[in-house]
């Protein structure tokens, strides 16, 4: 089976098909047999030694609380603690290695989508239905600052790494940066190049990556305004990174992961066997690099080999759809939420 995968890119001054890159990329064939995937210590191939026994699939903690659906939840930096969110319009602190609920913030007016904290725990950043990204203070509870600017629902936020800028997606079809340090309330930035939803948001300390439902996976570089576009033919409502940051990895809605380099925008794998088709569910790479997870629809966990794509591991972890993953930066333990109103803590 062969796959045409497109990518062109714009520069700064808007030009389209500047450059246009074709490839068919051969499928069929295992992933292990390409150069970069093979040989050596510190190679692709080296990593994805282990089994499904290394994988977190022993539930350590229930974590509940939220009236309704839980629809993100998030490690803070070090993986001490994390942050949900959901329908209730609620924020919830935990402490998910001992399943202890810390504190609850409350502001928003309709559901909560997304939310991110900063490195060094003081402020996160939170956005939903009502339009608007929320700037806290994490000790106090106190909303420092609303951003307001999108034009309908916002589906994701992330923090730059200097912690100075909030980057968020919405269903108005744009990307828009926040100053956190301004008093202002408008956008540094505006991105809105997207042909539909934009569902989900990656940075880097030069790049702003975004998916969206119309089917591309979009590279902004901020030094020299230039844009990227990876066309995959499907719906994006989720992208992640993988941890040595060459591959961006996109959650379809025709229940199908898919594995880009970045470099090149090569479609380097597939995965599937979950059922995605109606619901933004995130996915993500474990933090070695070893295998890709995410969930599905009917309240499962697959893991998937990184290389050849296969099911290591898949099990029943909710009652109804998952709706987040998430993965510890350093040790075998995994976040889920789901539609059912829990966060369940996950460890070896």
């Given at each position: 089976m062969f796959r045409f995968t497109g990518r062109y890119i714009l520069d700064r001054t808007g030009n389209s098909a500047l450059v246009?890159?074709?490839?068919?990329?051969?499928?069929c064939a295992p992933l292990r047999e390409a150069g970069r995937l093979r040989g050596g210590a510190g190679s692709w191939e080296s990593m994805t030694s282990g089994g499904a026994a290394e994988l977190p699939q022993q539930e350590a903690h229930v974590l509940k609380g939220h009236e309704g659906a839980v629809l993100a939840v998030r490690f803070?930096?070090?993986?001490?603690?994390?942050?949900?969110?959901?329908?209730?319009?609620?924020?919830?602190?935990?402490?998910?290695?001992r399943g202890i609920h810390i504190k609850t913030y409350k502001s928003h007016g309709r559901e909560i989508r997304d939310v991110h904290v900063t490195s060094d725990n003081a402020k996160l950043c939170s956005c939903g239905g009502d339009r608007q990204i929320f700037y806290w203070d994490v000790s106090t509870g106190r909303v420092i600052r609303k951003f307001r600017g999108h034009d309908s629902e916002v589906n994701a936020v992330k923090f730059?790494?200097?912690?100075?800028?909030?980057?968020?997606?919405?269903?108005?079809?744009?990307?828009?940066?926040?100053?956190?340090?301004?008093?202002?309330?408008?956008?540094?930035?505006i991105i809105n190049t997207f042909q539909d939803s934009v569902m989900s948001v990656c940075l880097t300390k030069t790049e702003i990556i975004a998916g969206s439902v119309d089917g591309t996976v979009r590279t902004f570089d901020i030094r020299i305004g230039r844009e990227i576009v990876d066309t995959l033919g499907q719906s994006v409502n989720c992208i992640s990174l993988s941890n040595d940051g060459n591959c961006v990895l996109a959650s379809c809605l025709d229940s199908t992961l898919r594995l880009l380099d970045r470099t090149t925008g090569e479609l380097l794998q597939e995965y599937k066997g979950h059922a995605c088709k109606s619901y933004k569910?995130?996915?993500?790479?474990?933090?070695?690099?070893?295998?890709?997870?995410?969930?599905?629809?009917d309240g499962s966990i697959f893991f998937w080999d990184l290389v050849d794509a296969s099911v290591v591991s898949s099990f029943k972890a909710h009652r109804s759809v998952v709706t987040s993953v998430n993965y510890h930066p350093k040790e075998c333990c995994m976040?889920?939420?789901?539609?059912?109103?829990?966060?369940?803590?996950?460890?070896?």
């Amino acid at each position: 089976m062969f796959r045409f995968t497109g990518r062109y890119i714009l520069d700064r001054t808007g030009n389209s098909a500047l450059v246009w890159l074709g490839r068919c990329v051969r499928l069929c064939a295992p992933l292990r047999e390409a150069g970069r995937l093979r040989g050596g210590a510190g190679s692709w191939e080296s990593m994805t030694s282990g089994g499904a026994a290394e994988l977190p699939q022993q539930e350590a903690h229930v974590l509940k609380g939220h009236e309704g659906a839980v629809l993100a939840v998030r490690f803070n930096g070090d993986g001490n603690y994390c942050l949900s969110c959901g329908k209730d319009r609620t924020l919830r602190l935990w402490n998910p290695h001992r399943g202890i609920h810390i504190k609850t913030y409350k502001s928003h007016g309709r559901e909560i989508r997304d939310v991110h904290v900063t490195s060094d725990n003081a402020k996160l950043c939170s956005c939903g239905g009502d339009r608007q990204i929320f700037y806290w203070d994490v000790s106090t509870g106190r909303v420092i600052r609303k951003f307001r600017g999108h034009d309908s629902e916002v589906n994701a936020v992330k923090f730059n790494a200097y912690d100075s800028v909030v980057v968020s997606a919405g269903y108005d079809q744009s990307v828009r940066a926040w100053d956190c340090r301004s008093h202002s309330t408008e956008p540094i930035q505006i991105i809105n190049t997207f042909q539909d939803s934009v569902m989900s948001v990656c940075l880097t300390k030069t790049e702003i990556i975004a998916g969206s439902v119309d089917g591309t996976v979009r590279t902004f570089d901020i030094r020299i305004g230039r844009e990227i576009v990876d066309t995959l033919g499907q719906s994006v409502n989720c992208i992640s990174l993988s941890n040595d940051g060459n591959c961006v990895l996109a959650s379809c809605l025709d229940s199908t992961l898919r594995l880009l380099d970045r470099t090149t925008g090569e479609l380097l794998q597939e995965y599937k066997g979950h059922a995605c088709k109606s619901y933004k569910m995130d996915c993500c790479l474990t933090n070695t690099d070893a295998h890709v997870t995410g969930g599905s629809e009917d309240g499962s966990i697959f893991f998937w080999d990184l290389v050849d794509a296969s099911v290591v591991s898949s099990f029943k972890a909710h009652r109804s759809v998952v709706t987040s993953v998430n993965y510890h930066p350093k040790e075998c333990c995994m976040l889920t939420s789901s539609v059912d109103g829990t966060v369940r803590v996950w460890k070896q």
